[in-house]
């Protein structure tokens, strides 16, 4: 979740994790290239409605000092949040920030395919042997059958290109350019071996779909001009 929380102190509302907590318990963190959504599926508690932000540093902290069956307990007021966790507890100033409307950003029409997790990210491990180290592009085209995965190197006149068998057919082709980094960070923060990538057209963000969450990247032509 935490790869995907933006750096940029100009848009302090996207360098935390959004929580919502409204029946379920969601997290969302975006950069405004990657976005990464979960819900929560451990027991909990929420004796009241609300919506947080909590920024990446506060969850790197715990993270780093609590082990991952620990209870933890999160309440706020209007100017600071407290998490407790046994004998731990943290306070930090509220981001007193509105949260981007992150559905906007997810396609409401797509199509989709199914892949194995790790056959997409062993080949995009080998395409970031020969992208340009400036952009990490990679050529991907979304065929009947198959994923196609193309990368070039200019500076050092180096070409590399896979193909992987996709799970189940594609109704349409597709060609996109992503970046070969960000899709690595995906799918390496994805457990489950056999996911959705949903995608409609170049110039709108594909979907990594798994059973609790999902990954969305915007393409990079479009992450360029962003």
């Known amino acids: 979740m935490l790869y995907a929380v933006g750096k940029d102190e100009l848009r302090p509302q996207m ?29 909990f508690k929420v004796n009241r409605e609300n919506n947080e932000i909590v ?5 790197e902290t715990i993270a780093k000092i609590i082990p991952d069956e620990k209870e933890i307990a999160l309440w706020s007021n209007s100017r600071h949040q407290w998490m407790v966790m046994g004998d731990v507890e943290l306070c930090a100033r ?3 920030e509105r949260y981007p409307d992150w559905r906007n950003a997810v ?6 395919v199914k892949i194995d997790r790790r056959n997409l990210l062993a080949s995009i491990n080998r395409m970031l042997l020969f992208t340009d180290k ?42 996109i350019d992503l970046n070969a980094s960000q899709l690595k960070e995906a799918l390496g923060h994805i457990e489950q071996e056999l996911i959705m ?14 059973e609790d969450g999902f990954s969305l990247l915007v393409p990079l032509t479009l992450a360029s001009n962003a």
Do not use: W
Request: some cysteine.
């Open 94 to 96: 509220k981001l007193d």
């Open 134 to 175: 400036a952009t990490a592009l990679v050529k991907s085209e979304i065929n009947l059958k198959s994923i196609s995965l193309t990368a070039d190197s200019y500076d050092f006149d180096h070409h590399g290109h896979e193909r992987i068998t996709l799970e189940s057919e594609s109704a349409i082709t597709l060609q």
């Open 107 to 112: 396609p409401k029409e797509s199509n989709a």
């Open 15 to 43: 360098t935390g994790v959004f929580i919502e907590a409204n029946g379920a318990v969601t997290m969302t963190a975006t950069n405004g290239n990657v976005l990464a959504h979960c819900k929560v599926v451990e027991e």
């Open 55 to 59: 920024t990446a540093d506060i969850l």
């Open 197 to 210: 990538v949903e995608y409609s057209n170049p110039r709108k963000p594909i979907v990594l779909r798994y």
